[in-house]
Protein backbone atom coordinates (compact mmCIF):
# COMPACT_ATOMS: atom_id res chain seq x y z
CA UNK A 1 0.00 0.00 0.00
CA UNK A 2 0.96 3.10 -1.08
CA UNK A 3 0.92 6.63 1.85
CA UNK A 4 0.94 9.85 0.47
CA UNK A 5 1.89 12.36 2.74
CA UNK A 6 1.45 16.26 1.76
CA UNK A 7 3.11 19.72 2.84
CA UNK A 8 3.07 23.09 2.07
CA UNK A 9 0.35 24.42 3.12
CA UNK A 10 -0.64 27.64 5.33
CA UNK A 11 -2.06 30.88 4.92
CA UNK A 12 -1.23 33.68 2.37
CA UNK A 13 -2.06 36.97 1.05
CA UNK A 14 -3.78 37.42 -2.35
CA UNK A 15 -0.89 37.24 -5.41
CA UNK A 16 1.42 35.25 -3.01
CA UNK A 17 2.69 32.56 -3.80
CA UNK A 18 3.01 28.47 -2.19
CA UNK A 19 4.22 25.13 -3.19
CA UNK A 20 2.36 21.94 -2.23
CA UNK A 21 4.37 18.86 -2.06
CA UNK A 22 2.78 15.39 -1.83
CA UNK A 23 5.41 12.22 -1.56
CA UNK A 24 4.27 8.83 -1.98
CA UNK A 25 6.00 5.94 -0.16
CA UNK A 26 5.45 2.12 -0.16
CA UNK A 27 5.98 -1.09 -1.28
CA UNK A 28 4.82 -0.86 -4.78
CA UNK A 29 4.95 -1.95 -8.61
CA UNK A 30 4.17 1.92 -9.89
CA UNK A 31 2.76 5.51 -9.74
CA UNK A 32 1.18 5.90 -12.65
CA UNK A 33 -0.62 9.47 -12.78
CA UNK A 34 -0.51 11.91 -9.92
CA UNK A 35 -3.18 14.47 -9.41
CA UNK A 36 -4.37 16.99 -6.59
CA UNK A 37 -7.80 18.33 -5.37
CA UNK A 38 -9.04 20.49 -3.44
CA UNK A 39 -12.58 20.90 -1.76
CA UNK A 40 -13.77 24.31 -0.13
CA UNK A 41 -16.64 24.25 2.47
CA UNK A 42 -19.85 23.71 1.33
CA UNK A 43 -18.46 23.04 -2.59
CA UNK A 44 -18.02 19.48 -4.35
CA UNK A 45 -14.36 18.44 -4.38
CA UNK A 46 -12.63 19.65 -8.16
CA UNK A 47 -9.55 18.81 -10.45
CA UNK A 48 -6.96 21.00 -9.86
CA UNK A 49 -4.12 19.68 -11.86
CA UNK A 50 -2.88 16.14 -12.80
CA UNK A 51 0.50 14.72 -14.45
CA UNK A 52 1.36 11.62 -15.87
CA UNK A 53 4.25 9.52 -15.44
CA UNK A 54 5.23 10.37 -18.89
CA UNK A 55 5.04 14.26 -17.62
CA UNK A 56 1.27 15.23 -19.59
CA UNK A 57 -0.48 17.60 -17.51
CA UNK A 58 -3.97 18.31 -17.65
CA UNK A 59 -5.32 21.41 -15.52
CA UNK A 60 -8.86 22.48 -13.82
CA UNK A 61 -9.83 26.14 -15.45
CA UNK A 62 -9.91 27.72 -12.72
CA UNK A 63 -6.16 27.63 -12.48
CA UNK A 64 -4.99 27.91 -15.77
CA UNK A 65 -2.06 30.14 -16.39
CA UNK A 66 -1.30 30.55 -12.28
CA UNK A 67 -0.55 27.11 -11.21
CA UNK A 68 2.12 24.37 -12.54
CA UNK A 69 2.35 20.60 -11.54
CA UNK A 70 5.42 18.73 -11.57
CA UNK A 71 6.93 15.68 -10.50
CA UNK A 72 9.78 13.92 -9.63
CA UNK A 73 9.42 10.11 -10.31
CA UNK A 74 12.95 9.16 -8.94
CA UNK A 75 11.18 10.67 -5.72
CA UNK A 76 8.03 9.45 -5.96
CA UNK A 77 6.84 12.93 -5.11
CA UNK A 78 4.45 15.41 -7.15
CA UNK A 79 4.41 19.19 -6.82
CA UNK A 80 2.17 21.83 -6.99
CA UNK A 81 3.28 25.24 -7.71
CA UNK A 82 0.55 27.89 -6.94
CA UNK A 83 0.95 31.65 -8.09
CA UNK A 84 -0.96 34.53 -8.28
CA UNK A 85 -3.46 33.52 -5.60
CA UNK A 86 -6.65 34.23 -5.08
CA UNK A 87 -9.52 34.33 -2.22
CA UNK A 88 -11.08 31.63 -4.35
CA UNK A 89 -8.39 29.38 -4.41
CA UNK A 90 -8.56 28.42 -0.47
CA UNK A 91 -9.51 24.90 0.17
CA UNK A 92 -8.53 22.26 1.50
CA UNK A 93 -5.94 20.70 -1.08
CA UNK A 94 -5.29 16.29 -1.75
CA UNK A 95 -3.17 14.67 -3.36
CA UNK A 96 -4.29 11.77 -5.62
CA UNK A 97 -1.86 8.97 -6.90
CA UNK A 98 -3.42 5.87 -9.42
CA UNK A 99 -0.82 3.20 -8.23
CA UNK A 100 -0.27 0.05 -9.75
CA UNK A 101 0.44 -2.68 -6.58
CA UNK A 102 3.16 -5.51 -6.61
CA UNK A 103 0.52 -8.00 -8.09
CA UNK A 104 -0.33 -5.16 -10.81
CA UNK A 105 -3.79 -4.45 -9.21
CA UNK A 106 -4.63 -0.24 -9.63
CA UNK A 107 -5.74 1.50 -6.99
CA UNK A 108 -6.27 5.08 -6.32
CA UNK A 109 -4.89 6.78 -3.01
CA UNK A 110 -5.50 9.71 -1.45
CA UNK A 111 -3.52 12.09 1.02
CA UNK A 112 -4.82 13.30 4.33
CA UNK A 113 -4.82 17.04 2.58
CA UNK A 114 -3.37 20.17 3.44
CA UNK A 115 -5.04 23.14 4.17
CA UNK A 116 -4.46 26.64 2.01
CA UNK A 117 -6.07 29.62 3.40
CA UNK A 118 -5.55 33.00 0.89
CA UNK A 119 -6.78 36.23 2.79
CA UNK A 120 -7.83 39.49 0.33
Known amino acids: QVQLVESGGGLVQAGGSLRLSCAAS????????MGWYRQAPGKQRELVAVITSGGSTNYGDSVKGRFTISRDNAKETVYLQMNSLKPEDTAVYSCNADVTAISRARYESWGQGTQVTVSS
Open 26 to 33: GVIFSINA
